[in-house]
Structure formats: structure tokens, C-alpha cells
């Protein structure tokens, strides 16, 4: 059992003024007790529920409706008047607890903390690390005593973020039998001192002033932005604590928009997985644990909102993003350095096989079977290595991420790996001429290697060069002839290139550089005035010196003008 004297010292107490006529205000604090007021001895048994007031949310943001629901498994305590803990329980899933106890004036603790029943320990502090807790004190002779947290206290939003943490636990529990760790949030009403984000690190710094947890935005004093009642929001930084836990987290942050589509494939995965995780855990609720949900009626589990004040911010259906959100109109959230393609293609995968075949592929496969990175690309390495898939799933699995115009199959022209299997690619007088669109990838995870043929003629000009590159392409090409050997051009020059001349990998919002997997940045180019006349290959590989923000995948088009 804990002892209350431990820990008084690391809780923030808020008062409640009165439940049920049984409680009355008293001081909050967390000092060693009020020592003007009598000591009255006393022995009770109590039993009672615990609430909170939620807000409700739809596509537009909070709608005014609020309804109350409980407090689960959380630490409630009897605390007497120097503030030693004289019992403890948990609160069952409805919110109910029973506690019996003596002591000198007694009150009634609830922690925003759960108990090891809700399978982790999920503890809310504010942002000096003092646990929230609502407390009153227990008059006469007690019975049944409810407790009811309204919105406008000040503690509220501590319960709403404990809350959504536990209905998170909730649903990862189905998947693994490890324990959970300790989970630990910050948070302070009215502060916007540090933004919503998870930090993965012990160590504490500037931005993480208690180390490792998620640090919630807490507001500001005269209104503003928000968290602790943006549950999506909650949900997201909760799927960055399990990147933790599962050891599959090799995001490198920084500035990310929802309507890029040019991002590192690291970062794209991790905050795609952030994304689809609100979704998996409402469809959950919806099926299982409905009156939990904090959404309105009809909004479908799959909206993502986030609220600024009263208001949406962020609102958009990750299965069916507007693209009205996009430049020009078009339809921007595709390629697998899109986080919100990212998103979409785990939501068409949930709905197809279910969240057990995810769930099994990152923390199995991602996790624990391959050193490369955390990708889109390394989530379908291990569907293949895992499950096998039939033609028939694997039909299924490639219209997912061919919707989001992610193609990791093989090209229309896979026999031009050798060059005894070569075709002649047409060499264009207009940079208008028509390409050849290639996808860098071959069946069993070898390395694609696509081999070109062309007719050269001596001391003519030529160009060579990869365009439209998307999915994190990152070429290499060479000249070769028919024996495979390498190609110098009449100067001497050794016909190979990894990145055009005048390759700027900075953009211009990004502080520290970053490499955008946009259509250019890691294309190749080559100038090529041969010495003879006559048949030469360009060879395309992904390059050997592949930018960590890029893929071993991805598309490209090739192109020869003269």
C-alpha cells in the first residue's frame, strides 16, 4: 500500500465545493493539513462513482453538448488531516469505488492516475510533475458519496486526458500481452508555455522539462488553442508513446503540413501511424465502447479533428480526404511521402484485414525482424515476409496503396534486367517527349535494376535523366554497353550521376536543411556526347548512397532528348 505521506508533497490538490451535501470545500493544497480546524476522528465505508464532464465534437469542432462519464481505474484514496493515505482502491470501468477507513478528518482523494488494472500506470501532472487530484472532505457519517468533475473546473481537462489514455490502453491490450510502461503526461490549464508533442527521452530539457511523456498544450489565459478536450489529438500522441514501446521509431521530426507530399518517408510513417490511430481506436469504440466516444452522432470515426477555442482547426476525413485542401485542387495527399496517403492506406487495410494483420506486421515485423528503418516500404516488406500473401490478397493488398498512387510491384518493363532482354527507348528532340514511367522494385526484396537500350551516334549530344521521381525515389544512373561495362564519354568523363548538378536540398521553411522527396530533388543527369557511334544501355538503381529521408522503392520516369 502507498503511503499518502510519500507522495503529498508531489500533488496538486483542487477542491471540490460541494457532492451531494455529504462534501464541503475545503483548501485544496497539498501542505500537511489544516491545523486551525478540530481533529475528529473517524471510521467510514463508502462506496460512490466517479465522473467527469465531457465535451462533445463534431466535424466543426465542440457543439456545446457535454455529457458526464466515468472516471475508470482510477487511484482514489482516503487522506486524513496529515495527509497519510488511510486506504486505497482503484475505480471499476463504470467508475464505481468502495473504500473503508479511520482516521482524523478524513477526505476523499481521486488522482488522475490509473491503477496497474487499466493495464499501464497513466499519471497527469501538471508541469512542475505534481499529480492532479480532486479532493473533498467527508462529513457526518457518510454512505454513498458520487463525485462529479464539471468542465469548468480547473482539473477537468486532467481526467479527459487521462481518459483518452485509457481507452487507448484499452485497445492496444487486445493486441499484446507485454505490459505497457508507465505513461506520464503534462499538462496545465491555460498554459501554452509547451505545445502537444511526445517526448521518447529521460533526459530532461527545455522543451521537456520532466523528461520522457506527452506534454499537452494547455491554453492560454484569455483563451486560444487547446488540447486536453481534443482527443484525437491525445490519440495521436499516444501512437507515438507505442512507437516507443515497440522499439519502431525512427521519425526525424521537424515541419510537416498535412497537404505535403514531399516528405520524409520516416517522418511520413510515424506521423501516419499517428494519424490512423484516432481512427483504429474510435472504429474500436464504436463497436465495443460506444458511449465512451466523445463524438458527435454520425460523425465517422475516421474524421481527425483538432480544435482552435470552440472551433475546428483541423478537420478532415482521413479515408476520404478533400482535396480541396490542396494546391490548385489537385489531389495532394498521395505517394508514401504523404503522411495522410500514409493514413489512408492503414485505414483501407484495417477495413480489408482487419487492425490484428497491422498490428502483427509493425510490432512483429517492424519492430523486431528487419534493421531498416520504420516505413511505409518496411510495413510492406514484412506483410510479405510475414504473410505471404495469395494472389488473391495480394490483389487486394496492392488496390490499397495503388489508390494513394503507391506502387510497390513490379514495372510493366521488369525484362529489361539484363541486357541481353533490352528494348530501345525512343530519344526525343522536345523536352515534350513522351517518358517511360519505371517502379524501383523487384519481387523478393532484391534490388531492381532497370537496363535501357539506345542508339547513340558519334559526337552527338544527348541527355539523360530521370524525372518525376515520387515515393522517395532516389536514382543512380550509368552508361553502360553490352558487356556491362562502364562508359566514358569523348572527354573522358565517367557516365554516371546520383544527383543532377544544382541539387538544393533545403526548402525554404526548414530550419534545420531537410531532403523533399518532391519530383526533382534526387533525380539523376547525365550529358553524354559518346566517342562511337552505336548501341549503349542506361542502367537505373536505386542509388548505393540513398538519402536516409528517401526510400529503396519508388518512381520515376525516363527520359533521352538530344
Not at 471510521?43 to 466543426?60: H, L, M, N
Request: glycine content about 10%; proline content about 3%; overall charge negative.
Amino acid at each position: 500500500m502507498r503511503h499518502g505521506s510519500q507522495l503529498s508533497h508531489l500533488i496538486r490538490e483542487y477542491a471540490l465545493p460541494a457532492i451531494l451535501l455529504l462534501l464541503t470545500a475545503c483548501s485544496g493544497g497539498s501542505g500537511g493539513g489544516d491545523s486551525s480546524k478540530s481533529v475528529n476522528m473517524q471510521s467510514v465505508q463508502i462506496s460512490g462513482r466517479i465522473q467527469f464532464e465531457d465535451k462533445e465534437y463534431g466535424a466543426f469542432g465542440f457543439n456545446g453538448n457535454t455529457a458526464f462519464k466515468p472516471v475508470r481505474y482510477a487511484v482514489v484514496d482516503l487522506v486524513d488531516a496529515y495527509d497519510s493515505t488511510v486506504a486505497t482502491t482503484v475505480s471499476d470501468e463504470s467508475g464505481q469505488y468502495t473504500l473503508a477507513g479511520s482516521g482524523a478528518n478524513l477526505r476523499l482523494r481521486v488522482l488522475a492516475q490509473t491503477g496497474a488494472a487499466s493495464g499501464a500506470v497513466i499519471t497527469i501532472h501538471d508541469h512542475e510533475g505534481n499529480i492532479y487530484a480532486i479532493t473533498a472532505e467527508l462529513e457526518l457519517d457518510p454512505v454513498q458519496v458520487d463525485i462529479d468533475i464539471s468542465a469548468g473546473n480547473d482539473v477537468a481537462g486532467a481526467f479527459n486526458v487521462l481518459d483518452a489514455f485509457t481507452s487507448s490502453t484499452e485497445f492496444v491490450n487486445q493486441f499484446t500481452n507485454t505490459p505497457l510502461p508507465e505513461l506520464n503526461a503534462f499538462w496545465k490549464v491555460r498554459s501554452s508555455q509547451y505545445g502537444t508533442y511526445y517526448c521518447s527521452s529521460n533526459y530532461r530539457s527545455g522543451s521537456c522539462p520532466q523528461g520522457k511523456g506527452i506534454y499537452v498544450l494547455g491554453g492560454r489565459s484569455g483563451g486560444g488553442d487547446s488540447d486536453h478536450y481534443d482527443d484525437d489529438v491525445l490519440f495521436h500522441e499516444y501512437a507515438h508513446y507505442i512507437e516507443g514501446l515497440v522499439g519502431a521509431q525512427d521519425s526525424p521530426g521537424g515541419v510537416h503540413y498535412l497537404t505535403e507530399n514531399d516528405q520524409d518517408l520516416r517522418l511520413t510513417w510515424s506521423e501516419g501511424l499517428g494519424g490512423f490511430f484516432p481512427a483504429a481506436v474510435k472504429t474500436w469504440m464504436t463497436q465495443h465502447r460506444p458511449e465512451l466516444l466523445s463524438t458527435a452522432a454520425g460523425l465517422p470515426p475516421t474524421y481527425f479533428i483538432d480544435t482552435y477555442g470552440s472551433t475546428a482547426g483541423i478537420s478532415i476525413d482521413m479515408a476520404d480526404p478533400a482535396t480541396m485542401f490542396c494546391p490548385w485542387g489537385q489531389d495532394c495527399f498521395v505517394y508514401s511521402s504523404s503522411e495522410v496517403a500514409v493514413v489512408k492506406i492503414l485505414i483501407g487495410l484495417m477495413n480489408e484485414f482487419g487492425m490484428r494483420a497491422i498490428w502483427d506486421i509493425y510490432a512483429n515485423y517492424m519492430a523486431k525482424g528487419t534493421v531498416l528503418p520504420a516505413t511505409l516500404e518496411t510495413f510492406w516488406d514484412g506483410w510479405m515476409a510475414q504473410r505471404a500473401p495469395g494472389s488473391e490478397e495480394l490483389a487486394a493488398l496492392e488496390a490499397v496503396f495503388n489508390e494513394r498512387l503507391v506502387f510497390y510491384q513490379q514495372d510493366r518493363f521488369e525484362i529489361d534486367n539484363s541486357a541481353g532482354m533490352y528494348r530501345k527507348l525512343s530519344i526525343c528532340d522536345t523536352d515534350a517527349c513522351d517518358n517511360e514511367k519505371h517502379y524501383l522494385y523487384y519481387d523478393n526484396f532484391s534490388s531492381d535494376k532497370d537496363l535501357v537500350a539506345f542508339d547513340a551516334v558519334y559526337g552527338s549530344h544527348y541527355l539523360i535523366e530521370t524525372i518525376e521521381l515520387s515515393n522517395g525515389a532516389d536514382t543512380y544512373i550509368r552508361i553502360v554497353d553490352a558487356a556491362g561495362n562502364q562508359v566514358f564519354d569523348i572527354y573522358g568523363q565517367k557516365m554516371a550521376n546520383d544527383n543532377r548538378p544544382g541539387t538544393v536540398y533545403c526548402g525554404v521553411y526548414d530550419d534545420p536543411c531537410r531532403i523533399h522527396n518532391d519530383s526533382s530533388m534526387l533525380s539523376s543527369e547525365l550529358s553524354f556526347t559518346p566517342k562511337y557511334s552505336g548501341t549503349y544501355y542506361v542502367e537505373v538503381t536505386t542509388s548505393p548512397n540513398k538519402a536516409a529521408a528517401a526510400g529503396r522503392y519508388g518512381a520515376y520516369s525516363l527520359q533521352i532528348t538530344y
